[in-house]
């Protein structure tokens, strides 16, 4: 694993990119990674560390250090598991939101049990139960207002409320503006 700790480097994407392309000289199908890349860490809390040095003290950071953090992951279930080391320790409660689960037709209720809708967790949609706490990042999963709110939009929760997460936005065109997302969506 790698942490990525810079700021703005015009040679990372590149960089990145040749890797990606795989001309990166290697042997034994093993490449060396130039440490302008990242920095080597062990294990996932290392990582979290790295990238949010002092997370529990969100509150006292403005968007602009969140702006400048994000761990990316190729699976779900790595980003489920850093999403719920990172919202341990962040301060406060959690607020757990549910999904609505219901079958369009009657006569299917006993095909599509709500235990069985409450399991299922498609790529490209929230979980059954979302666990949010204040200053925790989050990201947009699809249209809600372009474009300023777009799939893909990064965000701050700044309130949770009982319909209404209230959050701060960190990138595109809207930065900065504080949000109101429907909790039902």
């Known amino acids: 694993m790698r942490a990525h700790l810079g700021g703005g480097s015009i040679t990372f994407p590149s ?4 890797v990606g392309d795989g001309k990166i000289p290697h042997s034994n199908n093993k490449i060396e990674i130039d440490c302008d890349l990242g920095v080597k860490v062990g294990n996932i809390e290392e ?3 790295k990238v949010y040095p002092d997370i529990s003290q969100i509150e006292n ?3 602009q250090w969140m702006c400048q953090r994000a761990i990316l992951a ?3 279930s790595n980003v489920d598991e850093i999403n719920d080391i990172i919202l341990s320790k962040l301060p ?3 607020v757990t939101y549910t999904s609505i689960d219901t079958v369009m037709d009657q006569e299917d ?3 599509y049990p709500q235990e069985f809708l409450n399991s299922l967790n498609p790529s490209g949609l929230p979980p059954h139960s979302l666990n949010l706490k204040i200053g925790a990042p989050i990201i947009l999963l699809r249209n809600l207002k372009p474009p300023n709110l777009c799939n893909g939009t990064r965000l701050q929760v700044k309130f949770l409320r009982n319909n209404v997460i209230v959050a701060i936005v960190l990138t595109g065109p809207a930065v900065g503006q504080t949000v109101l997302i429907p ?3």
């Not at 960089?15 to 040749?18: G, I, P």
């Open 15 to 18: 960089k990145l990119l040749s």
């Open 109 to 111: 209720v006993v095909n």
């Open 61 to 63: 950071k403005d968007h």
């Open 183 to 185: 909790a039902s969506q």
């Open 47 to 49: 990582l979290i560390t």
């Open 92 to 94: 406060g409660d959690i």
């Open 74 to 76: 190729a699976r779900n």
